[in-house]
């Protein structure tokens, strides 16, 4: 199964995400962000969507994952 992305991350002091080359953005902070794509990924409806966070030092962090018709608890860091 292939899996649809929707990056997280900090650009120019605001964070925002990504998903397919299109980019939503301001939010306020990283957990705003977090939430407005798994939100964006729930309603896209793609079974494969993941929510990615990518940190300053280019760590990257699994935080959401669609399973079926739930999720998997985030930890975010």
């Known amino acids: 199964m292939s ?3 929707f990056i997280v991350y900090e ?11 299109s980019i939503t953005a ?4 990283r957990d705003e ?3 407005a794509a798994i ?3 729930r309603d ?5 969507a993941v ?3 990518q940190d300053r030092d280019t760590d990257e962090k699994i935080v959401w994952r669609h399973d079926g018709d739930s ?4 930890d975010q860091p």
């Open 26 to 29: 301001p939010f306020d902070n």
């Open 71 to 74: 999720a998997e608890p985030n």
């Open 11 to 21: 650009r120019d002091a605001s964070w925002q995400f990504t998903h397919k080359g």
């Open 51 to 53: 929510v990615i966070v």
């Open 33 to 35: 962000a977090i939430e």
């Open 39 to 41: 939100g964006a990924a």
């Open 3 to 5: 899996q649809s992305h």
């Open 44 to 48: 896209s409806g793609d079974p494969g």
